[in-house]
């Protein structure tokens, strides 16, 4: 019970969401439309819950992912299937925070058992970090860790990037929507200046992993696709009956497209609570003139697994391949991202 006193507290780490897709049409539930990709760029990020699943993500199929942006969140398999090690993996417990060595060390005994990729791999790909210097919920020297790992684990420095700098909250960070920048409150969103300039959070971590971008669209002409998940998640899963897509028209018009994968928070699925992640991030604007789809796939509060705040699994509630390529959510997710590029 001492471990949930410090847990349950402290998965509430993403913005509820309010509002609607609004500047994107809307389809009704659909299947998964299929693209012409590039496969090799495929890219991921996250906030919270959401940034340790991306660091999972990038670190499993690590012949995947192009880079992976992780916005507050700790190292890979942190909590190695325990929940009483989370308030540790979030640096809520003075003076004891994640040992990235033992990250590093439980990621090559994975590696050679053949449930992730090889770590090989990771020596091209790009990493960008961010923690919040007021970031009450996942702490920073949790996130140290986080870049601690990468850099054991083979990411060159010149391919890890760190901010660490900015008087921020716990939230997702954009030039002028949400709140004042050092709050750690709903919607998990907040608007921060770096230099005079508000900070654009979801281009500066896409520039980083896929190179220069287009300039980010005023307004959007593409279309926001809710598609069923259950076809690649059961609700064993914890993961929710519908997910979404945003398709630029580049994309629908048969160009092609890179792939980025944005993971909510806790508490913020939009099927629970709506849509502010997907809506008011800024990836969308980014993807409109940039031919990049955005998935945003899903978590909902559930009793079965036990998961009431609805979290992505970074700690073992789907069992203990939870952080594997076999990993349920892990799996389900990288099926989604496989099945945007089918053959039509």
Not at 325 to 338: L, N
Request: net charge positive; glycine share 10%; with cysteine.
């Amino acid at each position: 019970m001492q471990s949930h006193r410090f847990f349950v507290p402290a998965l509430l780490l993403a913005a509820a969401l309010s509002g609607t897709t609004a500047r994107a049409s809307e389809t009704a539930p659909q299947p998964l439309p299929r693209f012409q990709i590039d496969r090799t760029e495929l890219s991921v990020s996250g906030l919270s819950s959401g940034a340790f699943m991306a660091a999972q993500l990038q670190v499993a199929y690590s012949a995947t992912f192009k880079g992976a942006g992780i916005i507050a969140g700790g190292p890979y398999y942190c909590a190695a299937g325990n929940m009483a090690y989370t308030g540790i993996c979030m640096g809520q417990m003075m003076l004891v925070y994640p040992n990235a060595t033992l990250m590093a060390n439980a990621a090559r005994q994975f590696e050679a058992t053949g449930q992730i990729d090889k770590l090989g791999n990771l020596k091209k790909r790009r990493v960008y970090v961010f923690s919040g210097t007021r970031d009450t919920v996942v702490k920073q020297p949790a996130v140290n860790a986080t870049v601690s790992f990468f850099q054991q684990v083979g990411v060159p420095a010149s391919q890890l990037v760190y901010v660490n700098k900015v008087p921020a909250g716990h939230a997702v960070i954009t030039p002028t929507f949400g709140n004042a920048c050092d709050a750690n409150a709903t919607p998990y969103i907040s608007h921060c200046e770096i230099n005079g300039q508000g900070y654009d959070q979801s281009g500066a971590l896409l520039a980083h992993i896929h190179g220069k971008l287009e300039p980010k669209a005023s307004s959007l002409a593409g279309r926001m696709v809710t598609f069923n998940q259950r076809a690649y998640a059961p609700a064993g899963t914890g993961m929710a009956e519908e997910a979404f897509l945003y398709v630029p028209p580049s994309c629908d018009a048969g160009q092609t497209c890179k792939v980025h994968v944005a993971i909510h928070g806790c508490a913020q699925s939009a099927e629970k609570v709506g849509k502010n992640f997907i809506a008011d991030t800024g990836y969308n604007e980014w993807a409109e003139n940039n031919r990049m789809l955005v998935l945003y796939p899903q978590v909902n509060a559930s009793t079965v697994p036990f998961n009431p705040q609805g979290c992505w699994d970074w700690f073992g509630y789907t069992g203990p391949t939870y952080a594997w390529k076999a990993g349920p959510q892990m799996s389900a997710i990288k099926a989604m991202v496989d099945a945007l590029g089918k053959a039509r």
